[in-house]
């Protein structure tokens, strides 16, 4: 039995989840390529590449060395990378694998394409576009002459163009995911023959998060989706009606340590343990409380200080010391990447998964996986 707080994941349910968005892009025939971001772990990429993805997304240099010493062959890193040393690794990389790297201004292009050259290389790019997010990404309006640009620098190979924009519309969050799906994939496709009626031949048209993923690949001339969440899905996802609770894969496990009064009880899980990008109590969403616990669904995990969360429960509920409880949080990503290990239990057996070299903050090292029982993954 591990220690708490930590992180447990039942692969029967990943799997089925895996399984499915793979249908999803089988059926609006685009290519999966799903974000790591979510897991960070080369045994689950292979799943997803076992079940039909044309390869993985990832967002840092690290993450992509990670994946390439396990096997993972063709790595799209989504990120703009300006800084010499990591634009130096991705070449390096880049000679063993297939190897793509975002691209959102001209100064960067040109950084990507002087450091190229000097090793006597080319660097397959794609132009990550602002469809609305206001992150990284040229501006709408401004992507073809970008495009135009970049095309005309010889170390580069423009190939594609890529978005993230999630649930938004009109510059909000919003619950109507089928028509912000479509709108985005709608606006990329349409910039894509644009670039092409200039001359740039692009080939692959990159979208959509995993609330929006099936219904951007439904627009005509979208190739590729990238979601990352669904892999284990989570309480933000649930609540987007894109899966249920019941879908949901990894969950941190926890021990009520306290229960100083009949209205609260103190779990050894805080701010180091649960993700905090989600906030309760923000539109559209409107979630309660920092994530859904299993044992006590009326209850609310409603404070957290770096290592107790503070749970508001009724009079009545039977949670003592001693317990240990399942909390499906409300974003799984950024709540993976706060753990070193996570376990996992598959038709009843269990096994530890140490954490690998891609996780923030985490030493450049490679972690052997210690598995054990039926049906665990090599």
Known sequence: ?????????????????????????????????????????????????????????VAKVSEAEVMAAHGVDDIFIAYPLVVDSKIERALRLGEYIRLIVGVD????????????????RHLEVRLEVDTGLRRTGVAYDEALALARDIA???????????????????????????????????????????????????????????????????????????????????????????CSLEDCAAVVMATVVSRPTDDLVVIDGGSKTFATDVQPNVDPLRL????????????????????????????????????????IPNHICSTINLHNKVYYVNDGSAGEESRPAGRKNAHNTYYKMKVWGRGMLE
């Open 1 to 57: 039995m591990p220690d708490t707080p930590c992180v447990v994941i039942d692969v029967s349910k990943m799997e089925r989840n895996i399984e499915s968005m793979a249908n999803i892009a089988k059926e609006h025939r685009v290519k999966l390529r799903p974000h790591a971001k979510t897991h960070k772990m080369p045994w689950i990429a292979k799943r997803q590449l076992e079940h039909g993805a044309a390869g993985i997304t």
């Open 105 to 120: 201004s001209l100064e960067g292009a040109r950084l990507l394409a002087e450091t190229a050259a000097a090793r006597g």
């Open 152 to 242: 005309s620098l010889d170390a580069l190979r423009l190939t594609g163009i890529y978005t993230f924009r999630g649930a938004l519309m009109n510059g909000k969050a919003t619950l109507d995911l089928r028509s912000a799906g479509i709108e985005e994939g709608r606006m990329m496709a349409d910039l894509a023959e644009r670039m092409r009626a200039a001359g740039i031949p692009i080939e692959d048209v990159s979208v959509g998060s995993t609330p929006t993923a099936a219904f951007a690949a439904m627009a005509e001339g979208v190739t590729e989706i990238r979601p990352g969440t669904y892999v284990f899905e989570d309480r933000m996802q649930a609540k987007f009606g894109v």
């Open 288 to 327: 309660q409380g920092f994530g859904h616990i299993l044992e006590a669904p009326d209850a609310v995990l409603e404070r957290l200080s770096e290592e107790h969360g503070m749970i508001r429960v009724a009079p009545e509920c039977s949670l003592k010391v001693g317990d240990r409880i399942h909390i």
